[in-house]
């Protein structure tokens, strides 16, 4: 399934005080550092995700898996495209790094996702009716915002 014809699930942005070239890198260790603990990796294994186990090369580029996520595309200062699937949904995440103005950058992280039978409906709910995805994805760009910002 390509990831353009997954729906949409949500779109979140933040405006970073920087140039686009300095916040991709602190966009890639907020993300490997996000995904990549054990207890990511063992929820990954937990609902059997196609991609378990960190592996590939470091910093993040295309090919890398993190628990749960492959980098599907990695280009520099401007995506960054993780998808997964496991037994209840198949995913992508993609952060866009778009230049505003000289000295400021909007970073957006877009969830796309489908959730197959009742087991995915259920746990469509329990993901976003709890808050803890948007709480996540916020949690990552307000992460990247602190680090890039001079």
Known sequence: MRIDSLPEVDEHAVVIAAEPQD???????VVQETFDGPAVSAYARLVRAA???ASGPRPL?????LPG?????AHPARELTLRGSHRFST???????????????????????????????????????????????????ASVRRRATP
Do not use: C, I, K, N
Not at 23 to 29: A, E, Q, R, Y
Not at 69 to 73: D, E, G, I, L, R
Not at 125 to 140: D, I, T, Y
């Open 23 to 29: 916040v991709w890198p602190h966009l890639l260790h």
């Open 51 to 53: 991609d378990p186990v």
């Open 61 to 65: 580029a295309e090919g890398s898996t």
């Open 69 to 73: 996520f492959h980098v599907a595309t």
């Open 91 to 141: 995913y992508a995440l993609t952060f866009r790094v778009d230049p505003v103005e000289p000295g400021r950058t909007r970073l957006r992280a877009q969830t796309r996702a489908v959730f197959p039978g009742l087991a995915g409906g259920l746990y469509r709910q329990l993901l976003l009716r709890s808050g803890g995805h948007v709480l996540g994805v916020r949690r990552m760009l």
